[in-house]
T-cell receptor, first 115, second 112 residues
Framework: NAGVMQNPRHLVRRRGQEARLRCSPM?????VYWYRQLPEEGLKFMVY????????ESGMPKERFSAEFPKEGPSILRIQQVVRGDSAAYFC?????????????FGPGTRLTVT | DQQVKQNSPSLSVQEGRISILNCDYT??????FLWYKKYPAEGPTFLIS?????DKNEDGRFTVFLNKSAKHLSLHIVPSQPGDSAVYFC???????????FGTGTSLTVIP
């Protein structure tokens, strides 16, 4: 009964490097959401994807951030040329039917540290 | 622009007593509300939800109350147990909305 899986759990990058965060949704789930939690803040929505489609990316920074959810394999959140302000916990969630269920199941998160 | 607010960053309660966690929202288009519980180094876990057509939903020791006119919801845990110690986030979603808006969380400590 595997839940949402994220890897790596911890990622350290130097300024200017690229960060790739992976998310495998729960079995049977085809909708993936990415959230970011900055220190002392709540979770902030970034992007909602279905297989091969970005449905809502209204929470994504306009530059350096991209997300994909290919037909095969995990969803990837990619951050290019990381800066110190990107240091945060990034959570992925999945749901079975998207907005109809309203219940999103979260992974354990990836803690990104930019040095 | 924080549309969902949890104004109490922390709360301590004696074991066996009631814990009341509060949440306020500003967007009247929100029609679905959820509470999540989060332990350190783990992702949030869904706890209980309520739609705007109801004013109360109960699940075991957990009850969520919704006051639409005040744009306020609360989570009651009774009796509180030490295992309830965690950070609790409330979240809200609008009709057909894809994203949840989360509050900043309240850290609950239940003292044995």
């Amino acid at each position: 009964n595997a839940g949402v899986m994220q890897n790596p759990r911890h990622l350290v990058r130097r300024r200017g490097q690229e960060a790739r965060l992976r998310c495998s949704p729960m079995k049977g789930h085809s909708h993936v959401y990415w959230y970011r939690q900055l220190p002392e803040e709540g979770l902030k929505f970034m992007v909602y994807l279905q297989k091969e489609n970005i449905i809502d990316e209204s929470g994504m920074p306009k530059e350096r951030f991209s997300a994909e959810f290919p037909k095969e394999g995990p969803s990837i959140l990619r951050i290019q040329q990381v800066v110190r302000g990107d240091s945060a916990a990034y959570f992925c969630a999945s749901s079975r039917l998207g907005t109809d269920t309203y219940e999103q199941y979260f992974g354990p998160g990836t803690r990104l540290t930019v040095t | 622009d924080q549309q969902v607010k949890q104004n109490s960053p922390s709360l301590s309660v004696q074991e066996g007593r009631i814990s009341i966690l509060n949440c306020d929202y500003t967007n009247s288009m929100f029609d679905y509300f959820l509470w999540y519980k989060k332990y350190p180094a783990e992702g949030p876990t869904f706890l209980i939800s309520i739609s705007s057509i109801k004013d109360k939903n109960e699940d075991g020791r957990f009850t969520v109350f919704l006051n639409k006119s005040a744009k306020h919801l609360s989570l009651h845990i009774v009796p509180s147990q030490p295992g309830d110690s965690a950070v609790y986030f409330c979240a809200a979603s609008g009709m057909g909305g894809n994203q949840f808006y989360f509050g900043t969380g309240t850290s609950l400590t239940v003292i044995p």
